[in-house]
């Protein structure tokens, strides 16, 4: 049993190229599942009480499907491996998995140095407490926003004094990293 759909555009009526085929399969029918998917990207089958189930037909096939967040290479255009991330103040390297504040070296555990290389990675953005929990914790992390309170206090106390503002709460949302202009 095989179903193909073609979304269509609706002012056109034709197909959009932009937009995929849904697709149903039999239960014994493989689906070309790495095919489909991102070249970096983890696939397993989804845990079958987390599928719905429908009265009368066969059960439901589904993936959990784990991508990679895009994140800058630590290349350079000619291809020479590059200082890594950050600006002026922080520097990350993700290769050695070091941080400095004014090349001052920071003693980091592995969340505080996820937490601390995502922000850095995108300044100015303000992130939800959420979106942290997701981005770096990861998506089968079971807790709350205090978490990520908790590990950017600490951040903040390692980062020193003088820089412990360069990660900025947005109240009521979640926090941001805002490098100094003047440095």
Request: proline share 13%; hydrophobic share 35%; glycine share 8%.
């Amino acid at each position: 049993m095989t179903n193909l759909r073609t979304l269509t555009t609706p002012a056109t009526g034709l197909p959009d190229p932009r937009r995929q085929r849904l697709r149903a399969v039999a239960p014994d029918e493989a689906p070309p599942v790495a095919e489909l998917l991102h070249p970096g990207a983890t696939w397993l089958p989804a845990p079958p009480h987390s599928l719905p189930s429908l009265p009368g037909q066969p059960p439901m096939v589904g993936y959990l499907v784990l991508v990679p967040a895009e994140r800058p290479g630590p290349e350079d255009a000619d291809g020479a491996p590059g200082p890594g991330l950050g600006d002026a103040l922080v520097s990350i390297d993700p290769e050695q998995r070091t941080a400095s504040v004014a090349d001052r070296p920071l003693d980091l555990t592995y969340l505080e140095f996820e937490l601390l290389a995502h922000l850095v990675a995108h300044p100015h953005r303000v992130h939800t407490r959420d979106q942290l929990v997701t981005t770096v914790w990861g998506y089968g992390h079971v807790g709350d926003g205090r978490t990520v309170d908790v590990h950017v206090a600490r951040l903040r106390r390692k980062m020193g004094a003088e820089h412990r503002k360069s990660i900025v709460t947005v109240r009521r949302v979640g926090y941001k990293y805002a490098p100094p202009s003047g440095v």
